[in-house]
């Protein structure tokens, strides 16, 4: 990934990128070219890794042989207008661009086929995405039965973690003032999460 000095994120940044993620589209060469998949995706920083899993009948952990994968991780981001420039006033002379923070993943894939490890990560997958509601849903609310045909309908993924690219392009190279205008035009659209990160680098 093309990185100027400028758009490269900070360790803690990504660090907090790879523990927000929802999802993210893994990437992986088999015989017949590349597939990819969108999947749920948990970092777990004691193993350095991301975890997730498929659905069996994805047939993508069956073709990927051993060797480098690759997990495409994205933060906010969106459109930016001219617009919003205070140089626009000035002397014209701007341009659309696209704002985008993104983490390039690649590592070793791990297939785990073991009942007990894919169990753990869907807990842990659950838990994540439940926390911090009035009545959250917890895995133990379904009947252990159903869990159980469920469990076996899906494969664990362990993306093992052997280097990151990442970049956070959010206005860092236009002057204070133009930041201030991609703020308040992005606050004023209602995208928050995005304004809130031009904000958290500028």
């Known amino acids: 990934m093309y990185v100027p000095s400028h758009f490269a994120m900070s360790e803690p940044a990504l660090h907090s990128l790879l523990n927000r ?9 088999t015989q017949d070219g590349l597939v990819a998949t969108h999947l749920p995706l948990v970092y777990d920083d004691a193993s350095h890794s991301l975890l997730g ?19 495409i991780v994205h933060g906010p981001g969106g459109y930016i207008t001219p617009t919003w420039y ?16 993104t983490a390039h993943v ?3 894939l791990i297939v785990h086929d ?8 869907v807990r842990r997958l659950t838990d994540k995405h439940e926390k911090g509601r009035e009545h959250p849903w917890g895995v133990d609310d379904a009947p252990a039965a159903y869990i159980a045909g469920q469990l ?8 093992r973690i052997t280097r990151i690219e990442a970049k ?4 860092q190279n236009r002057s204070a003032a ?3 205008g991609v703020i308040a035009g992005l606050t004023a659209d209602g995208h928050d999460e995005h304004a809130r990160a031009v904000a958290e680098v500028r």
């Open 21 to 29: 993620m929802g999802a993210a589209d893994l990437i992986t060469m």
């Open 53 to 71: 899993h498929v659905a069996r009948t994805n047939d993508q952990w069956r073709r990927t042989p051993a060797g480098e994968a690759l997990a």
């Open 86 to 101: 205070a140089t626009k006033k000035e002397h014209g002379r701007t341009v659309p661009t696209w704002n985008y923070v």
């Open 106 to 108: 690649y590592g070793d």
């Open 114 to 121: 073991e009942a007990e490890w894919v169990e753990a990560l």
């Open 152 to 159: 076996r309908a899906i494969v664990g993924v362990q993306l």
């Open 168 to 171: 956070s392009k959010l206005s």
């Open 178 to 180: 133009d930041v201030d």
